[in-house]
């Protein structure tokens, strides 16, 4: 983690707030990747992931845009409200589980509401290198829709088209016609509904031209029904218990026992492990029907059997 200086703290839409970070020195950020993040900890102490959705090759400044949700865990409303310009922030080195492909010919970017913003980026970078590209952004109304004036640019016309729907259903923008023949590689990032759809209609796609990434982590998926239940580490013979609203991987950390994880929202993959006993309670949008039976993502699913045993 390192102190950065907040230059600029503005709303750019309802609920959503924009942040540029920079070097209090002016010196030079680590380098960054299109749809890279960087964890940044709120007043508060809670400490969020946000993605950068300025030019990757700018090295100056960080830019992030946070949603206040009152309804969430506290890390944005703290954000929002406690943090103003010049004021200095904690924020750790980027990192990217939403790694852009820049070898295919084409590529769909598809964005829903705030997950707009590893999007962005991807749609500078992709534009800086002159590839082929879409970008389809739905948000519920102009006034939820953040740098809609970015993407007016002329560098993106003709490439963007933005889509509201007021919250109806019926409205709703139709993907397939985009999404029936296989093309180039898919990136969609927005809310659960929107991931799901996007799965659902690449299912005849190669699973490594659909790449996915949420805006909520792991806390997001869990349910007010969820209950307790236990973990067993095959190799050690250790049960670990799993709180309501606490990922196994996090109750595993808890214990003493790290696991690989990279987005820990379900969507890349890195946390994928061996189900040896018990049933999932199956929460990702990675794992194909196939492979339900005998895998599980352990930042986001749980247990619909009382213990379930892992290859850990």
Known sequence: MALLQVARAERVARDIHLFELRH????????????????????????RKYSLCNDPDERNRYVIAVKRDPAGHGGSVSLVDGVKASDLVEVSEPRNAFELDEKPASH???AGGIGITPILAMARR??????????????????????????????????????????????AFDLWPLLEKPNGH???????????AVRDMTGHWSTSAVHFE?????????????????????????????????????????????APSSCESGTCGTCKTRLLEGLADHRDLVLMDDERRD??????????????????
């Not at 898919?186 to 799901?196: A, D, F, K, Q, S």
């Not at 792991?218 to 670990?240: C, H, N, Q, Y």
């Open 24 to 47: 209090p020195g002016g010196q030079d950020l680590p380098a960054f990747t299109a749809g890279a993040h960087v964890s940044v900890t709120a007043p508060n102490g809670s400490v």
């Open 108 to 110: 769909l970017l598809i």
């Open 126 to 171: 992709l534009a800086a290198l002159g590839k082929r590209f879409r970008l389809v952004y739905l948000t519920r109304s102009p006034e939820d829709t953040p740098f809609a004036d970015v993407l007016a640019d002329e560098v993106f016309q003709g490439r963007v088209t933005i889509h509201h729907d007021g919250g109806d259903v019926a409205r």
């Open 186 to 196: 898919v990136y969609c990032c927005g809310p659960r509904g929107l991931l799901e």
């Open 214 to 258: 949420s805006f909520l982590d792991a806390m997001a998926s869990s349910k007010p029904e969820d209950k307790p239940f236990t973990v067993r580490l095959a190799s050690s013979g250790s049960r670990i218990e799993v709180a309501p609203a606490t990922s196994i991987l996090e109750a595993m950390r808890a214990a003493g026992h790290d």
């Open 295 to 312: 895998w599980i993502m352990i930042c986001v699913s749980r247990a619909l059997t009382p213990e379930i045993a892992i290859d850990r």
